[in-house]
């Protein structure tokens, strides 16, 4: 009668424990009061998967070139060398003007250029006025926010989006009237109207003002310090007008695909973004699954497979190297890619094949790992079964 009680109580325990295991040891998550069903599926959508091939390859080439040279950008407008030869700096409200007039100290700006007609005795206690300790708006004359500069001789000019020649040509024509053959010197002593803004992955970020020396977006990211370690060159962005532009600045350098470098102007904020989101996850039957961060925003799918060692060889199916992309445009409606590793001429293709920031490579699972780790989950419970039986004899 025993013999017959212990085999069913070792069955009935085997069972229990696959069942529930609540007192198994380990963490565990009480479901109980979660109510999923965890056999509904995430969604419905069938996505078609495209075949990495030679073609493929080229046509992403191709798509790359024809989207960078139809955009509409500063980096296509004109020709840089022109834009600086053709520059002049455009005066604004706040600028601070000096004025110089040959011969006629009284008609020029400030006390800087009146000549010294005795030594004034200093008086202690009293600081002294000289040409090293004058504030700025007293050595010119400010542009008021109406873009109108008060010149005393000749009264209220307006010289908003007027250059320096522009300026000196209105002068010289109103003093013509009390000077003979008046020659006349216009300089900007402060530059304050117009400003570009850098801000993000540099080592200076700050506000830098818009002067007479033409100023390009690489000399904005020279004059910034430099790209600070974490910054991502390829995704320089700027906005302008209300507009957002994005930049690979090494591009803009080489003058690749049609871009070069151009000038900025008065308002133009330049951001340089770190790089972490330019990153791609490599997960799946690989030997180390993580992330990797794009090199100057290239990476290739070879470059990732090798940043993880390879691909598994003991669990992986060489013909499932999928590429899932679309997280950041379109997430709900990602491309999907596959790459064949068992075809000759599948080596090439992964280093031809270019990866895009936040790009997922999964390495599918073979059929017969899949099996086996079937048989590794139930074997436990097979031998449990088979030895509480035996015991029970």
């Keep these: 009668m025993v013999n017959k009680i212990l085999p069913t109580l070792a069955v009935a325990a085997a069972l229990s424990a696959l ?103 200093p008086v202690p206690g009293v600081p002294q006025i000289t040409p090293t300790n004058l504030p700025g708006d007293q050595s010119g004359y400010r542009v008021d926010r109406n873009g109108e500069l008060y010149y005393p001789p000749v009264g209220k000019l307006q010289v908003r989006g007027k250059t320096v020649d522009d300026v000196r040509g209105m002068i010289t024509r109103a003093l013509r009237h009390t000077v003979r053959d008046p020659r006349v010197d216009v300089r900007v002593i402060a530059y304050r109207s117009k400003h570009v803004d850098v801000t993000g992955q540099v080592r200076a970020p700050g506000m830098l003002p818009v002067t007479d ?38 591009a803009l350098i080489e003058r690749r695909n049609g871009a070069h470098d151009f000038l900025l102007k008065g308002g133009d904020v330049v951001y340089v973004p770190d790089h972490l989101s330019s990153r791609v996850f490599v997960l799946g039957e690989v030997v180390r699954p993580q992330s990797l961060l794009m090199n100057k925003g290239r990476l290739s799918l070879a470059d990732a497979l090798a940043g993880v060692n390879s691909i598994d060889i003991r669990t992986a ?29 599948a080596m090439l293709l992964s280093t031809q094949f270019r990866l895009e920031p936040l790009d997922v490579v999964y390495v599918g699972t073979s059929d017969a790992v899949r099996f086996n780790r079937v048989l590794d989950q139930i074997t436990p419970a097979i031998q449990t079964l088979f030895f509480s039986k035996e015991l029970a004899r």
């Design 19 to 121: 069942g529930g295991c609540t007192l198994a040891p380990g963490p565990a998550l009480d479901a109980s009061r979660l109510q999923d069903d965890l056999s509904t599926k995430t969604g419905t959508d069938v996505y078609p998967v495209k075949l990495i091939t030679a073609d493929l390859v080229r046509a992403q080439t191709d798509s790359i070139a024809l989207a960078a040279a139809v955009a509409d950008s500063p980096a296509r407008a004109g020709n840089l060398a022109q834009s600086l030869s053709e520059y002049e700096y455009e005066l604004g409200p706040q600028d601070v003007v000096g004025v110089t007039v040959l011969d006629h100290p009284e008609l020029s700006s400030g006390l800087i250029t009146a000549p010294v007609t005795g030594a004034a005795v």
């Design 213 to 250: 020396v033409p100023m390009t977006l690489v000399n904005v990211i020279t004059r910034a310090g430099g790209f600070a370690p974490e910054a991502d060159v390829q995704k320089v962005h700027l906005t302008r007008d209300g507009r957002l532009y994005e930049f690979d600045l090494e």
């Design 317 to 345: 199916d060489p013909r499932q190297i999928f590429v899932v992309r679309g997280m950041r445009d379109k997430p709900q409606t990602p491309d999907v890619y596959r790459l064949d590793m068992t075809q000759v001429d």
